[in-house]
């Protein structure tokens, strides 16, 4: 028996990057998956989206781990898109057990509005629409988990203004979606149904393999390279590592989603190598 298995989990931005780890990680232990992605580019967002060859690869790798999966191209802003693929996916495999709301984007260095919006809607009101999508379906011993940021818990980082408007509503996003988060889990505990966060630190995806962020590392040079950027990673971190992988963050989803978990909710869970307690070095409250 794996440790999610026979569960069917929604999981948003599956085409690439952490919802790839998380599909297959998922699926190694049992489970069939639901995914949505853009596998479009968005203008604001310097660095590019998913493509379907990579969904199909995700595809793939699911197979290969022995799940099964289906997936709709969808932007998770696009809410009756988003009912829909839920729907379908339920109509299929007959039941809905936990979701991964985790599509994102991170669209620095622009002073663009739109920009602000675009964060705003996708890294917010997205996994407002995956949930709402969600809970219909959801019942006793459902799992809802949101991917934050690291950014969310820290002030000056990405809403840093030398990061431009959209790294200011990429910030608000993951803020909000730590509170909602910690609401949801009030409003949803009575029904048996848990929500939690998870905050990565720089994570070994696409997004933090982008020039842009190479720019907010290495300010000082015009056009940084990742090798440039890379030795000033480890300041998001206090273990002497530059970023975490994906397959660090599935752990805890996996965690999260599992029955393993069954009366952890409403937590905010970070996964960033102790880059938290190196920039907030407060004593926990009780
Ligand atoms: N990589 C990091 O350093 C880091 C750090 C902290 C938090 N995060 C968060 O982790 C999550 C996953 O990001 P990642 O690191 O895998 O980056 P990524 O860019 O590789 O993956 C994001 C995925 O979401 C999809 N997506 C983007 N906008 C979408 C939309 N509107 N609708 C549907 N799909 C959409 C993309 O196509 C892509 O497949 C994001 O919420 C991100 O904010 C990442």
């Known amino acids: 028996m794996g440790r999610v298995q026979n569960k069917v989990i929604f999981i948003t931005g599956a085409a690439r990057g952490q919802g790839r780890a998380h599909a297959v990680r998922l699926a190694q232990e049992g489970a069939n998956i639901i995914g949505v992605d853009i596998c479009e580019d968005i203008k604001t967002n310097s660095y590019g989206m998913a493509t379907p060859e990579d969904f199909d690869e995700t595809v793939r790798l699911v197979e290969a781990a022995g799940g099964r999966m289906i997936t ?3 932007d ?6 988003i009912v829909a693929a839920v729907e379908q996916g339920v109509a299929e495999f007959g039941r809905l057990d936990g979701i991964v709301a985790q599509a994102g984007i991170c669209p620095l260095g622009t ?3 739109q920009a602000f919006l675009d964060a705003f809607t996708v890294d917010f009101v997205g996994v407002v629409n995956a949930v709402e999508a969600a809970v219909p379906h959801l019942s006793k011993g459902g799992s809802i988990v949101a991917t934050g940021s ?3 818990l820290m002030a000056g980082a990405t809403d840093n203004p030398s990061n431009g408007v959209g790294g200011l509503g990429y910030s608000l996003a993951k803020r909000m979606v730590a509170s909602f988060i910690n609401d949801l889990a009030v409003v949803l505990g009575p029904k048996g149904i848990r929500a939690n966060a998870v905050h990565p630190t720089n994570c070994n995806t696409d997004m933090l393999n982008s020039d842009i962020m190479y720019r907010q590392f290495r300010p000082d040079l015009e056009a940084p390279t990742r090798e440039d950027a890379l030795p000033f990673f ?3 971190t206090m ?6 992988e994906p397959e660090d963050i599935s752990q805890m989803v996996l965690f999260l989603l599992s029955d393993e978990s069954r009366y952890v909710t409403g937590m905010q869970m970070r996964v960033d190598a102790g880059g938290y307690v ?4 407060q004593q926990p409250t009780f």
């Open 72 to 74: 709709s191209i969808a």
């Open 76 to 81: 998770v802003r696009d809410r009756q898109a």
């Open 111 to 113: 002073d663009d509005p």
């Open 150 to 152: 690291l950014a969310a």
């Open 234 to 236: 480890p300041a998001m």
């Open 239 to 244: 273990m002497g590592v530059p970023y975490v």
């Open 278 to 281: 190196r920039n907030r070095p």
